[in-house]
C-alpha cells in the first residue's frame, strides 16, 4: 500500500482508491500487512483483536488501527515472525520467493475472510470483503467453506501471471478442507492456487481494464485460467484504474524543477533540460527525447525497444530509461548506454523523485508491452504531456489513442509485439515532435484526458451494490 510499501500498481490503487470510495461516502478499512514500514510509521497503533482458531498451522496474529493522513482506517496484521522481514514482501534477500509465503498470505486471507464472519470480534462488519491479487485469493475460498459466513467478495485481477501457487500439502496447513482440493475448488493442475481459489468462490471478479477483461478470457492470454474466466464471465468486468492525480499533477509536483500545465507548456522545456544535464545527455531541445520508466522484463517489452535502440538513436534521438528486473534487460541496456554516451542514459533501481522528473522532461514515453493489465505509467505520461508509445494491448489500448485520429489523438499505438512494429511507432512520434502544431495538440488531448479516481471508484460502487442485490 503507497506510500508506504510498493512493488508494483498494485500498492498505487490500495493507497488511492479506498480514499476515493471515502470521499463518496462509505466505510472503507484497508487490511494490510504490518511490513516494516508501516510499524515505523505507526509506532502507536492499538490492538483492537486477536483473531485466534485460524485452523491449521495458521497463528494467532494481533490486529491493529491505524490512521492514514487522509482518514483512511488502516488494520494492521501484526504477527513479526512472518512480516517484520526487510525488503521486498514477497523475496528473500536472495530474491527467492519466501518459503512461507503460503503461511504469510494465507494469514493475510484467513484474517479477512474472519472479518467477514460471525467470527470476528470488532463492532464494525464489512458488506464486501474487495481482494486483490494472489495475496488474498484465499480470503473467498474461506468464506466459502465455513457455514456462518457473511460478507459478499469481490476478487480484482491486477496481472493475472501471478497465480500463488503452492504444494498440495499446503492446504491442511493453510486449515482448508480436504474438499477444498477438486477442480471447482483450489486445486489448479496439481498445485493450491491462491488466485484460482479467489476466481472460483468470489461474488464478483473484476480486472483493471476492459480490454484486460476480455483477452484473459482467451486461451492465447488466459494463463491457463481462461476457461475458468469464460465459465464465470457474466460476473467479470474490466474497471479501468485512476492516479492520484494529487501526487501526478505537473502543476504542483514538488519534484519537478518547473511547474507547468496544459495552458502554460513553456515550463516543460525547463524540465527537460534539467532532465538531460542530470541524466548526463547532451543538452538539445531540437532531439526528441524518449523515456521509459519500468521493471525491466520481457512482458514490458524491453527487448523489443533495445532491439531497436540503435536505429531510434540514428533518427536522431535520445533515450533516458529508469528501472530493474531481468538480469539480462539490465546488462544491455547499460552496455548499451556506456557505448552511447550522451545519447542514452540508463540508472538501475527506482527513483521515485526521479520518475516524476522523467515524467516530466521527456517527449515520448515508450510502452510496448507485450501484455499490460492496465498500466498507470501511461496516464501519468498523458498528464505530463508526454505521448506515449504503446502496443494496442489491456490498459494501454483503453487509454492511449492514435495519432491519426485528429479529434481524440494523444499518443502512438502499433499492433505485432515486434522491433519492426515498435520502430515504426516509434518513427512516427519522432516526425510528428518536429510539427510544433501537431505535437501540441497530442499534448492538450493527453493532458484533458481525466484520469482521476473519481470515475473508477463509482464504477466500484455500482459493483458493490449489484453484489448485495444479487445476495439479496
Known sequence: ????????????????LPAALRALGHDVRVLVPAYPALLRAFPDALEIARPHWLGGLLPTPSLRQALAGDGTPLLLL????????????????????????????GLLSRVAAWLGSEASTLDWA?????????QTGLAPAYLAY????????????????FQGLFDHAALFELGLPDEAWTMDGVEFYGHLSFLKAGLQHASAISTVSPSYAREIQTDAEGMGMAGL???????????????????????????????????????KAVNKANLQAEMGLAVRADLPLLAVVSRLTEQKGLDLFLEVAAQTLALPAQI?????????????????AHRHPGSCAVRIGFDEGLAHRIEAGADIFVMPSRFEPCGLNQMYSLRYGTPPVVRATGGLADTVIDAADEKHGNGFVFGPA???????ALQRAASAFQEPTL???????????????REAAGHYVELYESILREAS
Open 439 to 453: 505535437w501540441r495538440r497530442l499534448q492538450k488531448h493527453g493532458m484533458a484526458r481525466d484520469s482521476s479516481w
Open 126 to 134: 464489512p458488506d464486501v470483503i474487495h481482494c486483490n491479487d494472489w
Open 418 to 424: 515486434t522491433g519492426e512494429a515498435l520502430f515504426a
Open 78 to 105: 501484526d504477527y513479526p515472525h512472518f512480516f517484520d522481514r526487510p525488503g521486498n514482501p514477497y523475496l528473500g534477500p536472495e530474491g527467492r520467493d519466501w518459503l512461507d509465503n503460503h503461511l504469510r498470505f
Open 320 to 336: 533516458v530509461v529508469l528501472g530493474s528486473g531481468a538480469h539480462g534487460l539490465e546488462h544491455g541496456w547499460t552496455a548499451f
Open 1 to 16: 500500500m503507497a506510500p508506504w510499501v510498493k512493488t508494483g500498481g498494485l500498492g498505487d490503487v490500495a493507497g488511492a
Open 146 to 161: 465455513r457455514a456462518e459466513r457473511r460478507a459478499k467478495s469481490l476478487v480484482t485481477i491486477h496481472n493475472l501471471a
Open 229 to 267: 474466466l469464460r465459465h464465470r464471465s457474466a460476473q467479470l468486468s474490466g474497471i479501468l484504474n485512476g492516479i492520484d492525480t494529487r501526487e501526478w499533477d505537473p502543476a504542483r509536483d514538488r519534484h519537478l524543477p518547473q511547474h507547468y500545465g496544459q495552458r502554460r507548456l513553456e515550463g
